[in-house]
């Protein structure tokens, strides 16, 4: 069983147009609400795939409730922790000129009770799963080093922890030595503070991550593909060419592939294989947290995989 961890869940309110002008008024084509936030996507494509999955975090008002009764929909175990306050809602704008753009709530405050409730239950839940997946940022009013405690907890309890979140919570977080992350290029170069400028640089500083004491370090970096870094070397997957329809929720793919080739002892080589192709396939599809799971295979045979060190 996984078990995946979404402190700050999302509607993503997905809407198409032209193109987005600032400054302007806009009129949007077509409008979808669709249940998101990092864990949940991660959680919805677990069960595509046909695994068990228990699905934790935070969630509150109406649009808490439309996530967790989607998420019930697909099968997922729920054990949300309610909040008083309302769950956000994103807005992710796909523009056929190309360009993604996402606007992204801070989530509700969350009080230090509500927080004690969701630990208690975290705390039971990672008893019965294998792999534990804390995706996402986090919602006002929790400490960055949530993710530390957590993972902690985790393994105190001998779990393996995947860690895919950003700024303070992500540097905080890997304290706590997380079997994997999955930062993209920005959140890697907040880490390292400054940019990184080509493959190598990306290298070189999840490298030094590996070195602090993370077994692998996945980068996203978009159509660039992925570049999986552990001390035995840096492999570079190229994403397969497809015509991208959504990408939100690509990097979320990246992280339930890797859950699921984790669990099933796959190599680096074959993992990282499998993450480029669910990449790429959830990229073509319209639904964030989706994949064409034929697509997927498909692509499996077209990832191009190089060897950098
Ligand atoms: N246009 C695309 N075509 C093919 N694969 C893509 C495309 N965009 C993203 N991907 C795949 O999805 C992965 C995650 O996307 P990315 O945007 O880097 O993550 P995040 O959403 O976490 O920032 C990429 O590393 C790549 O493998
Ligand atoms: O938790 P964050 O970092 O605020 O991001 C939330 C957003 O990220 C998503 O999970 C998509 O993430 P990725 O594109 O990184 O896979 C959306 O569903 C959600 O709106």
Known sequence: MILTVTLNPAVDKTYTTGSLILGQVNRLETTQNIAGGKGVNVAKILRQCGYPVTTCGLLGGYTGLFIEDYMNSIGADCRFTRVA????????????????????????????????????????????????????????????????????????????????????????????????????????????????????????????????????????????????VSREGALWAKAPSVKAVN???????????????????????????????????????FQSGEISLRLSKELLDKVQIEKRK
Request: charged share 25%; hydrophobic share 40%.
């Open 85 to 228: 306050g309302e769950t956000r809602s994103n807005i992710n704008v796909l523009a056929k000129d190309g360009y993604v753009t996402e606007l992204l709530e801070p989530g509700p405050e969350v009080s230090d009770e509500e927080l004690e409730i969701f630990v208690k239950g975290y705390e039971e839940a990672i008893t019965r799963c294998e792999l534990i997946v804390l995706s996402g940022s986090i919602a006002r009013g929790i400490r960055s080093d949530i993710y530390k405690r957590l993972i902690k907890l985790a393994n105190d309890n001998q779990k393996i922890c995947i860690l895919d979140t950003s700024a303070e919570a992500l540097r905080c977080g890997i304290e706590a030595h997380p079997y994997m992350i999955k930062p993209n290029q920005k959140e890697l170069e907040y880490l390292v503070g400054h940019k990184l400028t080509d493959i190598e640089d990306v290298a070189d500083a999840a490298g030094k991550l590996c070195e602090e004491g993370i077994a692998k370090v996945v980068v996203s970096m978009g159509s660039k593909g992925l570049l999986s």
């Open 247 to 285: 990408t939100v929720g690509c990097g979320d793919s990246v992280v339930a592939s890797y859950a699921m080739s984790m669990l099933e002892g796959e190599d680096d080589f074959s993992s990282l294989k499998r993450a480029a192709a669910t990449a790429a396939s959830s990229a073509s599809t």
